[in-house]
Structures are given as structure tokens and as C-alpha cells.
């Protein structure tokens, strides 16, 4: 007993829905007008007041709407005839109609419904209006009380939206088409002068065939597609053109660079729209309300975002749809101004994590500079080993406090690329300077004087220099050659040594992924690549057999 009960609280709408339509039955044809006939109809009323989808149900009716549903109570009860009861089973339809639904069991509950209110007013209602006797009367009043009864047995919806809406945009379309049928019915039959049944059926066949006509027409599957363009483009700009209200978006999204400032200002774009009286907002970091504050408000969620939108009146499904669209606009705007502001974050920590790792591989040559200065001055003590141990200094010093200063610049200033320029003579005779102590072999071919990076060309040969230095440790006999070619063709510089190849798998990424090595190829060649593709240069791995291990820097523009 107490599981029966249960089950029937669960149904409590659908038992209120039920009795409702039984109460309306029983009202028009049980002695309609009479006193039995107006006691059903309250009963029906106080019903639909339980059932019906303008109110919720925790939600206080305001002075003004308590009288009016009071006078129209006492008006349809007392004053019952045909034409009102024509008025009310039509306002009914279209409440059914319209009636939004998320469950396929409960879209067939209001299908059933809605197919008894139409059979009671065509069946009932119209020829009554007409004072026409239809055949076998007394088998609609025995069976049409059936169809309400096959409610109760579809199982609960398990829908989560307690909140009833209702299109009144299908509702009214829904009513305006029922309405057509019926009254056309009667002025065929009293034209043609046929039977109700007859005029029924014609009326049927012409308004549906018209029906399924427009439906072809908006489809993709006809030709008409601009009659599809029309129709889309109207359900699109429900209350708002939205080509306009993405122009907003756009203009919006260009102007403010901040996430949080740029959602602001889309909501008060959409506090222009007539329909939207307010809306408060919870996102990431902020929240906040705007407009007026009033009785009707829809919730949308979204991903980032949670909007209450505000409004004169409870909003149906059209223009739910609608709003839901304008505001998965802003929501993706929004999340793009995110996405934006951790992507320049990133960029700006790669870029100093770019430039330190490269200011370490200068560093370190820059240290190894000083620790042969130190070498040559300490081991020479006499009076001519001064001397030169002093011009080397004097070569070397101002150069290093160069590029010391150099590498405190790039460190300040990392997102900046040191774009000073010399030309290419003056950096070869440079470079032969700074490496005189070195065992290097110098061999040029230059046909012309083009400027050059000289930060780039800098830290691409002593970075390689400071990789054949370590690999000399174990192979002690390695040569080092360094070849400068210049023509007008191409500009490019190769550094060979006479030692062992480079493992092949550890050629295949040298220059192109971050790799773990322990003689020194590791990051430092990836980022001098990197750094000279920025200035329209190539480092790449000319050769590479026992003998003769070459890299290239090269521009980019060469003929060969």
C-alpha cells in the first residue's frame, strides 16, 4: 500500500493533469450549463491552476494576478456558453502545445493530451456552435475519457527541469491552426453544403497539405533555399539581429585586452537588448550584477560562467534558445581572452627561458676566455712574456666587457633581439683576435662587405668552439678550421673539426629537440638554430663522418 502511494506522489502532476482533463470532460458533456456542468468546470479550474505552467509552483501570485484569474473563474463559470468554452478549450491547446518539454515520455503525455482537448473541441465544442448533431455521439462520450487515462501509465520523467516553460511561439501558432481548422470546418459545411464530418476532413486535407508544403520549402532538401536563409536567419535574430551582436562581440574583444574588462562590457551590450531588464554574472575571478533586478529570472551555465538574466516576462522556449546562444557567444569570447593572456604569459617565460639558456652557453665561453687569459698571465714571468701577456689583454679585455655588458642587455630586455649590425670584415678580423691563442685555422673567400648580426654570428662559432674545445679533452689531436664564404649569393660560416663523428641518433635531433649528452651538444646548439632562424639564418649539420665534422650557419636566402 504505502509503494502504491509513493508512486502516486511521484505522479502528482501527471494525477493533477488527469484529473483536469476529466473534470473538463465531464463539464461539456454532462448536461452542458447546467448547475452540475459549471461545478465541474470550477473543478477544472481549481486544477488547472495546480497544473499550470505560467507559475511556479513556490511562487507568490501578486495581488493583481489573484483578481484577474478570480474574475475569469466567476466569468467562465457563470457565464458558461459554447463561445467561451471555444475560447478557453483554445487558450488550453495552445498551453499544451507549447509546453517545453526534455523527456520523450512526457513530450507523448502532452501529445495524448493535446489530442483529447482537439477531439473535445471539434467533437464537442463546434457543433454545438453550429447546432449540428454528429453520429454516434455517445462513443466520444464514452471513449474520448479513455485518452487521459493512458497518462498514468508512462513511467516519471527524469528530467531535472522543475521549472515549466512554455513557446509561446508555438503555442500561439498551434492555437491559431486548431482555431482555422474548426472554424473553416463550419463555413465549408455551410457553403457546400456537406456534412460536418466531410467539411472536417476537407479542412484537414487543405491545412495540413499547406503544413507540409512550408515545411519542404524551409528545409535543405528543397530548392527554395532562400526561403531556408530567411527562415533561419529570422529564428537566429529573435529580439536581436545577431550579425550586429557579433559585430559588438568583435569590436568588444579588440578594445579590451583583460578577460575580466572585456566581460563586463559584453554584458552591458546585452543589457541593451529591449527583452534583458539585468543580469549578474559569477566567473573566474570576478562577479557582479548590472541592470535591474526583477521577478523573472533563467539561469545559464557554461563552462567559465554563470549568468542569471533578469526579465519583464518569464521567457519562453524560442527566446530561451535564443539568449542560451547569445551567451555561449560571450562565454567563447571570454575564454579566448583567457586562453590569450596564459599563451603571453607563456610566451614571455620562453623567452626568458630561451634567453638565459643562451646567455649560459655565453657565459661559459666568456669564462673560458678569462681562464686562458689567466693561464697565459700566470705561467709568464719574465720581462718579455709580460709584454705580451699585457697586448693580450689589452686585445682581449675590452672585448669580454663588450659582450659581458651584452649578455646583462639581453637578460634585461629578454623578449628583445639585439639586432646591432657590423660589418663582416671587421667581425672576421675580430673573431681571428679573440682566438689568436687558440690553435685555429683561418681561411676566408669573401667577394664583398655585407653587415651581419653580430650578436647572432658571436654566439652560433663560440658556442661550436666551446663544444670542440670540450671534445678535445679526449680527443687532444682534433684540428679546428673555420671557413668564412661571402659572395652575392650567400653568406656563410663553417666550423669543421678533424675528430670523431657525432652518434647518428644523436645527429638526427642535435638541432632540433633539446637533448641529454655529456660532451656539451645539448641545448646549446637547439637554441643557436632558433636564434638564427629568427634573424633569417640556417645552422644546420653540413658534414659529419670521422675526419670532418662540419656545421653551417648560413642565410637563408642562398641560390644553392
Same mark, same amino acid.
Given at each position: ?28 458533456w454532462v448536461d452542458f450549463g447546467s448547475i452540475i456542468s459549471r461545478s465541474f468546470m470550477l473543478s477544472h479550474l ?14 507568490k501570485l501578486s495581488i493583481e494576478n489573484t483578481i484577474l484569474f478570480i474574475v475569469f473563474t466567476l466569468a467562465l463559470?457563470?457565464? =458558461?456558453?459554447?463561445? #467561451? @468554452?471555444?475560447?478557453?478549450? /483554445? *487558450?488550453? !491547446?495552445? $498551453? ?42 455517445? =462513443?466520444?462520450?464514452? #471513449? @474520448?475519457?479513455?485518452?487521459? /487515462? *493512458?497518462? !498514468?501509465? $508512462? ?55 499547406? !503544413? ?333 663522418q670521422s675526419g670532418r665534422v662540419c656545421f653551417e650557419l648560413i642565410s637563408k636566402n642562398d641560390k644553392y
Open positions: 500500500m504505502a509503494t502504491i502511494i509513493n508512486k502516486l506522489i511521484q505522479k502528482r502532476e501527471l494525477i493533477i493533469l488527469i484529473m483536469m482533463l476529466e473534470m473538463l470532460h465531464l463539464s461539456i481549481g486544477l488547472f491552476l495546480l497544473w499550470q505552467p505560467v507559475w511556479r509552483g513556490d511562487e463559470t457563470f457565464s =458558461l456558453n459554447l463561445w #467561451l @468554452l471555444f475560447a478557453w478549450l /483554445i *487558450l488550453l !491547446i495552445g $498551453f499544451i502545445s507549447g509546453r517545453v518539454t526534455m523527456d520523450r515520455n512526457e513530450r507523448k503525455i502532452y501529445v495524448i493530451a493535446l489530442g483529447f482537448l482537439v477531439l473535445q473541441l471539434l467533437f464537442a465544442c463546434v457543433p454545438g456552435l453550429a447546432n449540428v448533431n454528429i453520429e454516434h455521439k455517445p =462513443l466520444f462520450y464514452i #471513449l @474520448l475519457p479513455v485518452l487521459p /487515462i *493512458l497518462i !498514468i501509465f $508512462f513511467p516519471k520523467s527524469n528530467s531535472k527541469h522543475h521549472v515549466q516553460i512554455v513557446d509561446f511561439i508555438h503555442s500561439i501558432t498551434t492555437a491559431m491552426l486548431t482555431s482555422l481548422v474548426s472554424l473553416g470546418s463550419l463555413l465549408i459545411m455551410f457553403l457546400n453544403d456537406t456534412s460536418y464530418f466531410t467539411a472536417l476532413t476537407q479542412t484537414s486535407i487543405a491545412i495540413g497539405g499547406f !503544413i507540409i508544403c512550408i515545411t519542404w520549402l524551409i528545409t535543405s532538401q528543397s530548392r527554395f533555399s532562400g526561403v531556408t536563409q530567411l527562415w533561419s536567419s529570422y529564428m537566429l535574430n529573435i529580439g536581436t539581429p545577431l550579425e550586429l551582436w557579433l559585430t559588438e562581440l568583435s569590436r568588444f574583444s579588440e578594445r579590451q585586452q583583460d578577460p575580466e574588462e572585456f566581460l563586463k562590457v559584453a554584458i552591458n551590450g546585452l543589457l541593451k537588448l529591449s527583452w534583458i531588464d539585468g543580469i549578474k554574472w559569477t566567473s573566474i575571478e570576478s562577479n557582479g550584477e548590472s541592470g535591474q533586478i526583477t521577478t523573472h529570472k533563467t539561469f545559464f551555465i557554461t563552462n567559465n560562467i554563470t549568468f542569471t538574466i533578469y526579465t519583464s516576462n518569464r521567457m519562453g522556449g524560442a527566446l530561451h534558445v535564443h539568449c542560451n546562444l547569445l551567451v555561449q557567444l560571450v562565454e567563447n569570447f571570454y575564454t579566448a581572452k583567457i586562453k590569450e593572456k596564459i599563451l603571453t604569459q607563456q610566451a614571455h617565460l620562453k623567452a626568458i627561458y630561451e634567453t638565459g639558456a643562451r646567455i649560459t652557453h655565453d657565459i661559459k665561453n666568456l669564462l673560458q676566455s678569462l681562464q686562458a687569459i689567466t693561464s697565459i698571465v700566470t705561467h709568464d714571468t719574465d720581462g718579455a712574456s709580460l709584454k705580451v701577456s699585457q697586448q693580450v689583454l689589452k686585445k682581449q679585455l675590452p672585448n669580454l666587457t663588450q659582450r659581458l655588458q651584452l649578455a646583462l642587455d639581453k637578460l634585461q630586455t629578454p623578449q628583445d633581439q639585439n639586432k646591432e649590425e657590423v660589418y663582416l670584415k671587421d667581425w672576421w678580423e675580430d673573431l681571428k683576435k679573440r682566438n689568436s691563442h687558440n690553435k685555429i685555422i683561418f681561411q676566408h673567400e669573401m667577394d664583398g662587405d655585407p653587415t651581419i648580426p653580430v650578436d647572432l654570428f658571436d654566439s652560433v662559432v663560440d658556442n661550436l668552439l666551446e663544444n670542440i674545445q670540450t671534445k678535445q679533452m679526449n680527443e687532444p689531436e682534433i684540428e679546428i678550421t673555420i671557413t668564412l664564404v661571402c659572395n652575392n649569393d650567400m653568406t656563410c660560416v663553417l666550423v669543421c673539426d678533424s675528430g670523431s663523428m657525432i652518434p647518428i641518433d644523436v645527429s638526427k635531433e642535435l638541432l632540433t629537440n633539446i637533448i641529454s649528452s655529456d660532451n656539451g651538444l645539448g641545448i646549446g646548439l637547439y637554441q643557436a638554430r632558433r636564434h638564427a632562424q629568427k634573424f633569417n639564418y640556417d645552422l644546420k649539420l653540413a658534414n659529419n
